[in-house]
């Protein structure tokens, strides 16, 4: 089979899988991004997480996380919901993290992706990853011709604005490769920069996560600080903030994965059911979703944090 019917096989199939996107980039150490990687962990921007300042030259060099690697096939899936909490002055959960975990289903998909190129284009060995491993995996969207970096921090798409996911699988075998994004459509506009509420965004394009309240709501282990308090804006799990105001994101189309879809409750949640939310129930609620991640006595204080704000 010739290269590009092979490369057309795999994009078929990744779009047949319920992805929105696919691109291919060549497998190759991202020189271009090691001041900056540098420059982030110098400057403590990743704060607590500390797996972040771990595999320097894996995260830089796919070939290294995966011996022989060839090709990154990037895939992107959308998430941005057709309904949203209801209520005022109600604990915020991000967008991301309405539905079921995503790292399951991205995976899922990326498995039957795998396979499919196993058995129908090549015996190709590889691994797919979706937020689990150190891949820069915004860049390697962009090399892979599906968007540019927003002054957000975030890809951004011309069709999927920036509310989706990124996925990639890596495999050792050679195929035809997008043109990398080389232009960027924030022009201007700084709405991003503005609407942060914790100042996080301390330059365009950079991110000091232990200002963002998506670290500080997830990541970031004992309390938050207090300069923080009257900031938060209802936010308990994680933010959308930076990605709400992004013009790239007013009129996007709903996600249509059921996975994704928030069941009634979250919906409806009340501060008072927030407030008396037992471990017992936490757990029952959220098995599946990604607020699992903060664990009961976290999520618990992010409450007590942003809903002291709301009492006074
Ligand atoms: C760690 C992490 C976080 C951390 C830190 C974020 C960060 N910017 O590093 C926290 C917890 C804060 C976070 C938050 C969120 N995250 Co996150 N996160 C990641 C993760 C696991 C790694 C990111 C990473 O590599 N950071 C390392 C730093 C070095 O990367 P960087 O910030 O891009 O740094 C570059 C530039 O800043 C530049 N640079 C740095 N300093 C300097 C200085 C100068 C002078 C210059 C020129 C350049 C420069 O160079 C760096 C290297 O390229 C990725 C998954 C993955 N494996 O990629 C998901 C990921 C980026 N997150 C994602 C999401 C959805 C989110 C949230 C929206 C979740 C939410 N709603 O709360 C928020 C958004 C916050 C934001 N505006 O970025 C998605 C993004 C999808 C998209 N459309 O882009 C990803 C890709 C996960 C996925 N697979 O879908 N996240």
């Not at 975990?101 to 060995?125: G, M, R, S």
């Not at 022009?187 to 920069?193: K, N």
């Amino acid at each position: 089979m010739e290269v590009s019917v092979q490369t057309q096989k795999i994009k078929q199939k990744a779009l047949s899988l319920g992805f929105q996107a696919c691109g291919i980039a060549r497998a190759r150490r991202l020189d271009e991004e090691e001041a900056g990687l540098k420059n982030y962990l110098e400057l403590n921007y990743h704060g607590e997480m500390a797996y972040m300042a771990g595999h320097f030259e894996k995260r830089l060099d796919p070939t290294r996380l995966v011996p022989g690697a060839k090709s990154v096939i990037v895939v992107l899936l959308n998430y941005f919901p057709k309904q949203i909490q209801s209520g005022e002055n109600i604990p915020v959960v991000s967008k991301y993290a309405y539905g079921k975990d995503y790292h399951e289903i991205v995976k899922n998909k990326l498995q039957e992706l795998y396979l499919f190129v196993q058995k129908e284009i090549a015996p190709v060995t590889g691994r797919f990853f979706t937020d689990s491993a150190p891949v820069l995996e915004r860049a390697w969207a962009v090399q892979a011709g599906l968007g540019w970096i927003g002054k957000n921090g975030l890809l951004l798409n011309k069709t999927l604005g920036s509310f989706f996911f990124i996925g990639e699988l890596i495999i050792d075998l050679e195929l035809d490769y997008d043109e990398p994004c080389k232009k960027e459509y924030c022009g201007t506009c700084t709405r991003c920069l503005d609407a942060c509420p914790t100042n996080a965004l301390v330059e365009p394009k950079v991110l000091d996560a232990r200002r963002c309240i998506s670290y500080l709501t997830i990541e970031k282990r004992g309390s938050i600080p207090e300069e923080f308090r009257a900031l938060m804006q209802g936010r308990i799990f994680g933010c959308d903030i930076c990605q709400d105001v992004c013009p790239w994101n007013q009129n996007l189309k709903p996600h249509n994965e059921e996975a994704f879809n928030p069941p009634q409750f979250l919906l409806q949640m009340t501060d008072d059911y927030w407030k008396n939310l037992d471990e017992k129930e936490f757990e029952k609620l959220f098995e599946k979703s990604p607020v699992i991640r903060a664990g009961f006595h976290k999520l618990k204080s992010n409450i007590e944090f942003v809903s002291r704000m709301n009492d006074c």
